[in-house]
């Protein structure tokens, strides 16, 4: 099946610690992103990128780093220096351009405690 | 911001009737996407209508788009229980998609 899946679902992150979220694609699209959703609210742009090696920040980038070293993977960073990260965080990923019809991987939870 | 807002915030209907959600956003656009979310999942694409276009189907969904209002309404057509769920619209600026906040559809059976 071709899709986005993200890892995991659920995280616990104590307050100081850096997390890595997982994001996988296997549709063979150049573009991926991490949109971080809050309670009622829309999704907010963290991060973009178009190709591998190469990635912009989004909306509200502080506090959070990426990766694309692959075509198939963008995995997020959320570090100590993003104070309020607890919040559901969802991966995307579309043909090519922002504009284009994005696909969404299921989401991961995190929650500080 | 850029940001498309949806209305109503929040809608409750009986199940067969119609659901009709507004969306507004504040400058030109190429196209402006349709997207549903199911509690806690992640989100699925509706539908897509290009700023060229005026109206578009897609099974029981009915889009509209008048870009002299910058604005476009989704229709649901004889909802479901299954319908309920939040539908947010998206806008492309600047080779972004900017999601406005969503209406909730509550379709009670």
């Known amino acids: 099946d071709g899709g986005i899946t993200q890892s995991p679902k659920y995280l616990f992150r104590k307050e100081g610690q850096n997390v890595t979220l997982s994001c996988e694609q296997n549709?063979?699209?150049?573009?991926m992103y991490w949109y971080r959703q809050d309670p009622g609210q829309g999704l907010r742009l963290i991060y973009y990128?178009?190709?591998?090696?190469?990635?912009q920040k989004g909306d509200i980038a502080e506090g959070y780093s990426v990766s694309r070293e692959k075509k198939e993977s963008f995995p997020l960073t959320v570090t100590s220096a993003q104070k309020n990260p607890t919040a559901f965080y969802l991966c995307?990923?579309?043909?090519?351009?922002?504009?284009?019809?994005?696909?969404f991987g299921p989401g991961t939870r995190l929650t500080v405690l | 911001s850029q940001q498309g807002e949806e209305d109503p915030q929040a809608l409750s209907i009986q199940e067969g009737e119609n659901a009709t959600m507004n969306c507004s956003y504040k400058?030109?656009?190429?196209?402006l996407q349709w997207y549903r979310q199911n509690s806690g999942r992640g989100l699925v694409h509706l539908i897509l209508?290009?700023?060229?276009?005026r109206e578009k189907h897609s099974g029981r969904l009915r889009v509209t788009l008048d870009t002299s209002k910058k604005s476009s309404s989704l229709l649901i057509t004889a909802s479901r229980a299954a319908d309920t769920a939040s539908y947010f619209c998206?806008?492309?600026?600047?080779?972004?998609?900017?999601f406005g906040a969503g209406t909730i559809l509550r379709v009670k059976s």
């Open positions: 995307a990923s579309s043909i090519s351009r922002g504009g284009d019809e994005q696909f």
């Open positions: 549709l063979n699209h150049d573009a």
């Open positions: 990128s178009q190709i591998v090696n190469d990635f």
């Open positions: 400058t030109s656009i190429n196209n």
């Open positions: 209508i290009r700023s060229n276009e």
């Open positions: 998206a806008t492309e600026y600047g080779n972004k998609l900017v």
